[in-house]
């Protein structure tokens, strides 16, 4: 009888220990899963996946998503072949005729740089504005997505040797990237200068779209390109 006891508490105790191990397991799962947004405009919705390895961006995007800090804003800058730029706090009630894209968050200050060799300006990328400070720190609210065009070989050499290189001796695209660069595109001309962090999963045609968009000489489009909303999906 007594062993029969000793073999029960042993018996409930492994199965505390497992379930205590499977809650830490799901929670560590939870915590280091990429985090998904929702942009609906109103030409389509994108959905965008932000990168864990750039944190400080992450954590600063889902704050302002969460606080609805973007929903009614503008696509205020959009250039066929290069990107859409959205962000601008002052352009939710803008008119045609204001000039927008100097607009930031008052809730801080800007966001340390955060470059990483592995994430490029592919097509689909969500990446962060600046201004032209020498930390290359990043907005605390605008971004962009990356429409980009085709690169060949010799252009991503040129780009590699000529603008990346002279401040990161060490820097090379690997065999994959040029792959990514020369089949679906991209603006490689902005790697290791502006943060990447994160990428489109679904939608990428709507950058298309509002890129396509008729602009001013301001490259404004002439017809508002707009973020109803943006959400977090997890």
Same mark, same amino acid.
Request: hydrophobic share 35%; net charge positive.
């Given at each position: 009888?007594?062993?029969?006891?000793?073999?029960?508490?042993?018996?409930? @105790?492994?199965?505390?220990?497992?379930?205590?191990?499977?809650?830490? $397991?799901?929670?560590?799962?939870?915590?280091?899963? $990429?985090?998904?947004?929702?942009?609906?405009?109103?030409?389509? !919705?994108?959905?965008?996946?932000?990168?864990?390895?750039?944190?400080?961006?992450?954590?600063?995007?889902?704050?302002?998503?969460?606080?609805?800090?973007?929903?009614?804003?503008?696509?205020?800058?959009?250039?066929?072949?290069?990107?859409?730029?959205?962000?601008?706090?002052?352009?939710?009630?803008?008119?045609?005729?204001?000039?927008?894209?100097?607009?930031?968050?008052? %809730? $801080?200050?800007?966001?340390?740089?955060?470059?990483?060799?592995?994430?490029? %300006?592919?097509?689909?990328?969500?990446?962060?504005?600046?201004?032209?400070?020498?930390?290359?720190?990043?907005?605390?609210?605008?971004?962009?997505? +990356?429409?980009?065009?085709?690169?060949? &070989?010799?252009?991503?050499?040129?780009?590699?040797?000529?603008?990346?290189?002279?401040?990161?001796?060490?820097?090379?695209?690997?065999?994959?990237?040029? !792959? +990514?660069?020369?089949?679906?595109?991209?603006?490689?001309? @902005?790697?290791?200068?502006? !943060?990447?962090?994160?990428? +489109? +999963?679904?939608?990428?045609?709507?950058? &298309?779209?509002?890129?396509?968009?008729?602009?001013?000489?301001?490259?404004?489009?002439?017809?508002?390109?707009?973020?109803?909303?943006?959400?977090?999906?997890?």
């Amino acid at each position: 009888m007594r062993n029969k006891v000793q073999l029960l508490s042993l018996l409930l @105790l492994a199965v505390a220990f497992y379930a205590c191990s499977g809650t830490a $397991k799901n929670q560590q799962s939870r915590l280091s899963a $990429k985090r998904k947004a929702e942009i609906k405009t109103n030409y389509g !919705t994108i959905v965008v996946k932000l990168y864990d390895s750039t944190p400080l961006h992450r954590d600063n995007f889902v704050s302002l998503v969460q606080s609805k800090f973007y929903d009614s804003l503008l696509f205020h800058r959009i250039i066929d072949g290069f990107m859409i730029q959205g962000g601008d706090p002052t352009s939710k009630y803008a008119d045609s005729s204001a000039n927008v894209g100097e607009g930031e968050g008052t %809730h $801080k200050s800007r966001v340390p740089a955060e470059f990483k060799p592995y994430y490029i %300006h592919k097509k689909g990328a969500l990446a962060a504005a600046r201004d032209n400070n020498p930390a290359k720190a990043s907005s605390n609210c605008q971004f962009y997505l +990356v429409q980009g065009k085709v690169y060949t &070989d010799s252009s991503l050499n040129a780009i590699e040797c000529n603008r990346i290189r002279p401040n990161n001796p060490s820097f090379a695209y690997t065999e994959a990237q040029r !792959t +990514v660069y020369k089949t679906i595109g991209g603006t490689p001309f @902005l790697d290791q200068n502006y !943060t990447v962090f994160g990428e +489109v +999963v679904k939608g990428i045609e709507v950058i &298309d779209i509002i890129a396509k968009l008729p602009r001013d000489k301001r490259d404004r489009p002439l017809k508002e390109a707009r973020i109803v909303s943006i959400k977090m999906l997890n």
